[in-house]
């Protein structure tokens, strides 16, 4: 009896277990692909903050140059002093993100290369363009972020301090991106215009021109009177053609 209760039973045993098994099989293979995501995940980072390190670091040529020179020349500081800022505000944004390792080591790479740029700026740099810089060092990267952090850290609630600073870099970033759009537009403008000039051009190059206004202005009055000519014109040509006779 109990021989016949176990043929029946082991079956049924096999049957489940050959249903677990591809799940579980499942399982640890999204458990391994999640993990290898993550891996990923850290692996792109990292060669993008490699990335974004050499290209905080192509201005040391540059300066280099403004050392050996001890001027600035036509450089302007600007990019640097907003670039400042910009790094600035993503460091701050990695450090009150716990998952933020990356972008707090990339931008705080970036912050103290700018940094260093706006000083080396404000050393060789003439007069006026010393003195501009300054002026707006103090208000954007003293003033501004001083305010940001303070607001942040103090009158935002800590369940909206992510998303608040987040939405200051991110449209301080598009901004920067965006400006060369001051010069492109103005530049977009005379293109139609010009354009529009040459295609007037190629239409009336070769429609003849009177140098005599009053002609001018009597081809046009008896092309919109179909050639025909004022009667009273007529009268006067008709008289003197009788005189004539």
């Known amino acids: 009896m109990n021989s016949h209760l176990d043929l029946h039973i082991k079956p049924t045993q096999i049957s489940l277990h050959s249903q677990l098994i591809p799940i579980v099989s499942f399982l640890q293979l999204l458990l391994r692909t999640s993990a290898s995501m993550a891996n990923l995940s850290f692996i792109l980072g990292v060669i993008g903050n490699v990335i974004s390190i050499l290209l905080f670091a192509s201005p040391i040529k540059t300066f280099w140059g403004v050392i050996k020179k001890k001027s600035t020349g036509d450089y302007k500081g600007e990019p640097y002093i907003t670039t400042l800022l910009s790094t600035s505000l993503w460091t701050l944004y990695g450090i009150i993100n716990p998952d933020g390792l990356l972008v707090m080591t990339v931008n705080g790479a970036g912050a103290i290369l700018q940094l260093i740029y706006v000083i080396l700026f404000l050393v060789y740099a003439p007069k006026d363009a010393k003195v501009k810089a300054a002026k707006l060092v103090c208000v954007v990267n003293v003033g501004v972020l001083g305010t940001v952090t303070a607001v942040t850290l103090f009158a935002v609630h800590k369940n909206t301090r992510?998303?608040?600073?987040?939405?200051?870099?991110?449209?301080?970033?598009?901004?920067?991106?965006?400006s060369p759009l001051s010069a492109m537009v103005p530049n977009a403008v005379g293109l139609f215009l010009g354009s529009a000039q040459l295609i007037l051009y190629v239409i009336y190059k070769n429609k003849p021109v009177s140098t005599n206004p009053s002609e001018a202005i009597e081809e046009e009055e008896e092309e919109e009177e179909g050639g025909s000519a004022h009667p009273a014109r007529r009268g006067i040509e008709m008289n003197s053609s009788l005189g004539n006779v």
Do not use: E, K, N, R
């Open 162 to 178: 992510l998303t608040f600073v987040g939405i200051l870099c991110t449209a301080l970033t598009i901004g920067m991106y965006a």
